[in-house]
């Protein structure tokens, strides 16, 4: 089994290069989708109540990202704690859930078969310890103006933006991370663009 890790800030393109190794045969781990789901587990959802109150949850007693969101990233010191909280929280319940889905992949696995490759497409991919577990870390970089026009258009506020990019540069520079296992793609232009650079990854993987 060969692992791909995509790392890059909000709004480069992460997911558009995700899908594109998944039409090529990769299986795509969603982190961000993992932590939607671990945020309607009970346990997690009780733990949340307990350190951030019943401000963060909506009517419908789920929690709400957009007002949690609010909670954790910002400028202040109490922002960086309350972060801290939260992925205290939610990190090992997704890394829980990343684990059994490499095992269920790897069981799978057929010796006459061509070897599975297991995309990683999670945000933070470095500072949770995952790039040690990958054979090549994919860099997904993109234009500023161009990465918060897009984050503009989904409706994140500047400030926002500034404290996700805040969290991001908390890892580093991801290619120290995994020297010589390193591969950028640029998400500025087109999916077209886009999608040439992630087959000549693919291939490269293929072969290795």
């Keep these: 089994m060969k692992v791909i890790g995509i790392v890059g800030r909000i709004g480069a393109g992460k997911s558009t290069v995700a899908?594109?190794?998944?039409?090529?045969?990769?299986?795509?781990?969603?982190a961000d989708a993992i932590a939607h789901e671990v945020l309607a587990?009970?346990?997690?959802?009780?733990?949340?109540a307990a350190r951030f109150g019943r401000d963060v949850f909506g009517p419908d007693g789920r929690v709400d990202r957009a007002a949690l969101a609010r909670v954790v990233f910002g400028p202040g010191p109490e922002h960086v704690r309350a972060l801290a909280d939260l992925e205290?929280?939610?990190?090992?319940?997704?890394?829980a859930r990343i684990e059994a889905e490499l095992a269920?992949?790897?069981?799978?696995?057929?010796?006459s078969a061509e070897e599975p490759v297991v995309v990683l497409d999670v945000p933070l991919l470095v500072q949770a310890g995952w790039a040690a577990r990958c054979d090549r870390i994919v860099v997904?970089?993109?234009d500023d103006r161009v990465r918060r026009a897009r984050l503009a258009a989904r409706g994140l506020?500047?400030?926002?933006?500034?404290?996700?990019?805040?969290?991001?540069?908390?890892?580093?520079?991801?290619?120290?991370?995994?020297?010589?296992?390193?591969?950028?793609?640029?998400?500025?232009?087109?999916?077209?663009?886009?999608?040439?650079?992630?087959?000549?990854?693919?291939?490269?993987?293929?072969?290795?």
């Design 104 to 111: 269920a992949v790897r069981a799978a696995e057929m010796p």
């Design 157 to 208: 506020a500047a400030d926002q933006q500034a404290s996700r990019d805040r969290a991001w540069d908390r890892g580093g520079d991801p290619r120290a991370a995994a020297p010589g296992k390193t591969s950028v793609v640029d998400g500025s232009a087109d999916p077209a663009y886009t999608s040439g650079q992630v087959e000549r990854i693919w291939h490269l993987v293929r072969r290795g």
């Design 140 to 142: 997904v970089e993109c």
């Design 41 to 48: 587990e009970p346990a997690a959802a009780a733990a949340i």
């Design 88 to 95: 205290m929280i939610v990190h090992p319940r997704v890394a």
């Design 19 to 30: 899908r594109r190794f998944g039409e090529l045969g990769g299986h795509v781990v969603d």
